[in-house]
């Protein structure tokens, strides 16, 4: 960061905090925006008023227990080879995690990139090789590409378990609830790179709550947290506004769209901490079934009542009722070292933002 950036960023903090004279709470609703809010110190330069709260938007905190099941349960036939990107490797299901199996002997393998996987396929072809394919909008286009490879290279020895989640469904869940306690959301510009403005529009126009389409550097965080302010406080009226121009336009990427749109089909799925939301989820359409890992071993998603372990708070954290520092565990039995709950785990999980740069006050 530039000392000129500095300077703008503390005039533009200076602005915001004279503003705000109750308090308010925006939701960041990504993990990546949690990450970058905690590794800016952002929390810390805002008026105490101003209450950053996380959203659902870490792909492998809201990933469920059966999911981790089911990959486990794919480990027992003996050619089976599970791929996953490494931060699922630590988040526990009912009967442990995917790091403890790899100590058991089983065939787990990290990978950094679909490509990665599509090497592994063609030079283990005696095994069958399952890609645990979780994310969000972001991540789809990247395994529509993968299994459209697959085809046309004719690997037959690899599969997707799919978990991948869209944001509209979920942001009207919290949006929906009883008790909602949102005055503002930072919505994630890579999700809208890709799908456009159109699943964050209802924000305002449905709820009529400030949104805006934000960037990830400071800058572009701090810019968006202030046109949200002025809004909450009614220095401008309640609109939908992007920030984050220079990548997102309101139609999004036709082409990763259109991989999507050939790829995969909508279904439901069970979130971790929030439970099944409707047309939630992205999963390989009639055309594609042949690489669904769930058809070519003939078993079932298993699904879980084991959400979080005891005393941990992740399913509060994930839908901004509770920040970390509320819950008894955080930094002392839990640090990413000796996680409990799967936001201590990833990276974008809020605990571990807040744990490894200090966001909380
Ligand atoms: Fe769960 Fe640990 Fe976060 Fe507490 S600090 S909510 S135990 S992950």
């Given at each position: 960061m530039t000392q000129e950036d500095k300077i703008l960023i503390g005039k533009a903090v200076a602005q915001i905090n004279k503003s705000i004279t109750n308090d308010?709470?925006?939701?960041?609703?990504?993990?990546?925006?949690?990450?970058?809010?905690?590794?800016?110190?952002?929390r810390k330069l805002l008026s105490p008023k101003i209450h950053l709260v996380s959203g659902p938007g870490c792909p492998v905190c809201v990933t469920e227990p059966g999911y981790i099941d089911t990959l486990i349960k794919l480990l027992e036939y003996e050619d089976v080879v599970v791929a996953t990107f490494g931060d699922l490797l630590r988040v526990r299901g009912s009967y442990g995690s995917l790091e403890?199996?790899?100590?058991?002997?089983?065939?787990?393998?990290?990978?950094?990139?679909?490509?990665?996987?599509?090497?592994?396929?063609?030079?283990?072809?005696?095994?069958?090789?399952?890609?645990?394919?979780?994310?969000?909008?972001?991540?789809?286009?990247?395994?529509?590409?993968?299994?459209?490879?697959?085809?046309?290279?004719?690997i037959n020895n690899l599969f997707l378990l799919t978990s991948i989640k869209q944001m509209k469904p979920v942001i009207r869940f919290i949006l929906g609830k009883d008790n909602v306690n949102v005055d503002g959301m930072l919505c994630p510009g890579h999700v809208a790179a890709i799908t456009g403005t159109a699943p964050f529009l209802p924000i305002t126009t449905d709820y009529n709550i400030p949104a805006v389409i934000c960037g990830f550097e400071a800058m572009d965080i701090i810019a968006s947290i202030s046109i949200l302010c002025r809004q909450i406080t009614g220095e401008i009226p309640v609109q939908f506004m992007n920030t984050y121009k220079r990548c997102v336009c309101d139609t999004g990427n036709r082409l990763a769209l259109d991989l999507i749109n050939e790829v995969f089909e909508i279904s439901d799925v069970n979130w971790r901490g929030i439970g099944m939301i409707k047309d939630s989820s992205l999963i390989l359409n009639r055309n594609y079934k042949e690489y669904d890992a769930l058809i070519k071993f003939g078993i079932k998603m298993?699904?879980?009542?084991?959400?979080?372990?005891?005393?941990?708070?992740?399913?509060?954290?994930?839908?901004?009722?509770?920040?970390?520092?509320?819950?008894?565990n955080f930094a002392c039995k839990c640090t990413p070292e000796h996680p409990?709950?799967?936001?201590?785990?990833?990276?974008?999980?809020?605990?571990?933002?807040?744990?490894?740069?200090?966001?909380?006050?």
């Open positions: 308010i709470r925006i939701m960041e609703i990504c993990g990546t925006h949690t990450y970058q809010i905690a590794r800016f110190g952002i403890e199996q790899l100590a058991f002997g089983k065939k787990v393998i990290t990978v950094y990139s679909p490509e990665n996987v599509l090497d592994i396929a063609k030079k283990r072809k005696n095994e069958n090789i399952v890609f645990a394919a979780v994310g969000f909008e972001t991540t789809a286009p990247l395994y529509a590409a993968l299994i459209k490879m697959t085809r046309k290279e004719r298993q699904s879980s009542s084991n959400l979080f372990p005891k005393e941990c708070e992740c399913g509060k954290v994930l839908i901004g009722e509770k920040t970390p520092d509320m819950c008894v409990i709950g799967p936001c201590m785990i990833s990276s974008e999980g809020a605990c571990a933002s807040y744990y490894r740069y200090g966001g909380y006050s």
